[in-house]
């Protein structure tokens, strides 16, 4: 399967959150717009201010009915450890098999080092409505906003 593109279908999926349950994407798709983040490392300085951004916004975002989650190949523990350091209000999702980075056809950056950095809206139905892939973490705030309002 190819990268996941708008217009597409989101896949199921499930995975550990911070706090080591299981959190599948059928609890939440089809009852409110989703964003899902793809980020690099927990407690690094771009990962640090996008999460912050996203704690930040959270509650317009709630408001909005808007869900937000965020997924890297840290492990539990360390997301756990990274939700509390910043106050973070969503659901950090452990990757450390890669399954969803390989699911939704996240690309590696800086020569395949680096897992790259990817923001998905989603509308209530299950579609792609905006993929975004920059590593400038800054560069994900307007957009997703301004994709956000224009579903609701």
């Not at 996008?50 to 539990?76: H, K, M, P």
Request: charged content about 25%; aromatic content about 12%; proline content about 5%.
């Amino acid at each position: 399967m190819g990268a996941i593109k708008v217009g597409d279908k989101l896949p199921l999926f499930g995975a550990k959150d911070q706090q080591g349950n299981d959190f599948y994407i059928a609890s939440v798709l089809g009852k409110k717009v989703l964003v899902i983040y793809f980020y690099p490392k927990d407690d690094t300085p771009g990962c640090t201010k996008q999460a912050c951004f996203f704690r930040d916004q959270y509650e317009e975002f709630t408001d909005l009915g808007v869900e937000v989650v965020g997924i890297s190949g840290d492990s539990v523990a360390s997301h756990k450890k990274f939700a509390e350091r910043y106050k973070l209000p969503f659901t950090l999702l452990s990757d450390e098999d890669k399954s969803l980075r390989k699911l939704f056809g996240v690309p590696a950056n800086l020569l395949g080092l680096l897992p790259g950095r990817v923001t998905y809206v989603v509308d209530k139905k299950g579609i792609v409505r905006m993929v975004f892939d920059s590593m400038n973490a800054e560069n994900h705030f307007p957009k997703t906003l301004e994709q956000v309002k224009k579903l609701l």
